[in-house]
């Protein structure tokens, strides 16, 4: 069984960077596909990056792109989430994600990720 605990959260300033990470257990298989995701009040859960377990193929949100960074440590069992001149709109819940079955063209999509952590809250005060 996957598990998957987020850490890393905090009240953060406009501008300043935050490491989230997520420790994960029980995959079985190295075609896993990892992912961030994040929900804001009143809004729907939305892609932010996702990775390849086996091949560390890379995938952002537009609004992320060149702000954040996703890796994985194979060894430490980890994903990571360094996050770079936050906004406040990046104020969200922050979740990881993951599923073996994540094919390209649904990569981006909550509804492809089988196992989800319980999320960290990050809030960028202006």
């Known amino acids: 069984q996957v598990q998957l605990v987020e850490s890393g959260g905090g009240l953060v300033q406009a501008g300043d960077s935050r490491r989230l990470s997520c420790a994960v257990s029980g995959l079985t298989f190295n075609s896993y596909t990892m992912a961030w995701f994040r929900q804001s009040p009143g809004k729907e859960r939305e892609f932010v990056a996702a990775?390849?377990?086996?091949?560390?193929?890379?995938w952002y949100a537009d609004s992320v792109k060149g702000r954040f960074t996703i890796s994985r440590d194979k060894a430490e069992n980890t994903v990571s989430l360094q996050m770079n001149s936050l906004k406040p709109e990046d104020t969200a819940i922050y979740y990881c994600?993951?599923?073996?079955?994540?094919?390209?063209?649904?990569?981006?999509?909550?509804?492809?990720?089988?196992?989800w952590g319980q999320g960290t809250q990050v809030t960028v005060s202006s």
């Open positions: 990775i390849k377990w086996n091949g560390g193929n890379t």
């Open positions: 994600a993951t599923s073996r079955t994540v094919i390209l063209s649904t990569i981006r999509r909550s509804s492809a990720y089988a196992s």
